[in-house]
């Protein structure tokens, strides 16, 4: 698949009506030869431009952190509030509201208590390889940064990757860019590579999937 192809898929959903909001572009990548059950997949991708959606962030944070959280997240928990999660209705909105969450490492075990149900069937828990576990003293900018250009990819839900990859009014070129970084990253997740990629087609949120 190269610039080419996803063009051609581009141009063929831009016959389609407009609507009256900005719709997504979502990349479809269909495998085959692979049993999810024994080799499932879930890995993140970051993208080299935003995919047009707003990422929002939270942290769970001491006083030492809280600051620079309050600069580089949407919400601050800090350990004192964290009793008041206890409640099943805050809790379970905070896990939808929220994409990614950031943790102080010292207080993960109580995190882990408290948020851990609620967070975990959402894959949401603060991922240590996203690098979303920090240090007391850690600067929040740079992870801010990545996390608004992440994306996680997994299949859970059938034979199927799935993931937003840019808007209608989004330059083409960077929407173009975010769907190559992702069929490439793909190809490196799987045992056979291309062999296990069935086919790939491209969709906005009201349109039937193009191949590319």
Do not use: W
């Not at 149900?117 to 850690?138: D, H, R």
């Amino acid at each position: 698949m190269d610039k080419e192809h996803v063009k051609i898929a581009l141009d063929e959903l831009k016959k389609h009506p407009k609507r009256k909001f900005s719709q997504s572009y979502d990349l479809v990548i269909n495998l085959k030869n692979i049993n999810i059950k024994t080799n499932p997949l879930d890995f993140f991708v970051t993208l080299p431009h935003s995919k047009g959606k707003k990422v929002q962030l939270a942290c769970f944070c001491d006083q030492q952190l809280a600051e620079n959280a309050a600069k580089n997240s949407d919400l601050v928990i800090k350990e004192v509030e964290f009793d008041r999660y206890k409640e099943k209705k805050l809790l379970k909105k905070t896990a939808e509201n929220y994409d990614y969450f950031i943790a102080q490492a010292n207080l993960m075990p109580k995190i882990a208590q408290i948020f851990g149900k609620a967070l975990g069937v959402k894959g949401k828990m603060p991922n240590p390889k996203l690098g979303c576990v920090v240090p007391p003293n850690a600067n929040l900018e740079p992870l801010k940064k990545r996390l608004l250009v992440t994306i996680r990819l997994s299949t859970k839900k059938g034979t199927n990757l799935q993931c937003i990859v840019g808007k209608e009014d989004q330059n083409e070129q960077e929407v173009i860019e975010n769907i190559l970084a992702v069929y490439q990253a793909t190809v490196k997740q799987i045992p056979n590579e291309q062999h296990n990629i069935k086919n790939v087609a491209l969709k906005l949120s009201m349109s039937k999937p193009v191949k590319i």
